[in-house]
Nanobody, 115 residues
Framework: QVQVVESGGGLAQAGGSLGLSCAATGGTIRINAMGWYRQAPGKQREVVAVIRANGFVEYADSVKGRFTISRNNAKSTVYLQMNSLKPEDTDVYYC?????????WGQGTQVTVSS
């Protein structure tokens, strides 16, 4: 059974930095992509950044130039470095692992940016 374990997040001031990490554990699956999504209360979950198995990276326009996604394939781990944080980056961040047949989600980690 694959589990998605997230760590990082927390509280930062505007202009500061935080990092998130996510590991897929407990099973051997073919991972097509790993990514980060975020969701505010009452709003739809939106993509933040995705990195595919071939290294192709996509970012939401709102985070381009500020966030960097990276991946360690050997450890089935994805990282999100968040710089120049803004109060509007405050959300619950979720890690998604896209397997060959199924998608797996983490439990979410809170990121709060104070002005």
């Amino acid at each position: 059974q694959v589990q998605v374990v997230e760590s990082g997040g927390g509280l930062a001031q505007a202009g500061g930095s935080l990092g998130l990490s996510c590991a897929a554990t407990g099973g051997t699956i073919r991972i097509n992509a790993m990514g980060w999504y975020r969701q505010a209360p009452g709003k739809q979950r939106e993509v933040v950044a995705v990195i595919r198995a071939n290294g192709f990276v996509e970012y939401a326009d709102s985070v381009k130039g500020r966030f960097t996604i990276s991946r360690n394939n050997a450890k089935s781990t994805v990282y999100l470095q968040m710089n120049s944080l803004k109060p509007e980056d405050t959300d619950v961040y979720y890690c998604k692992v896209e397997g060959q047949w199924l998608n797996y989600w983490g439990q979410g980690t809170q990121v709060t940016v104070s002005s």
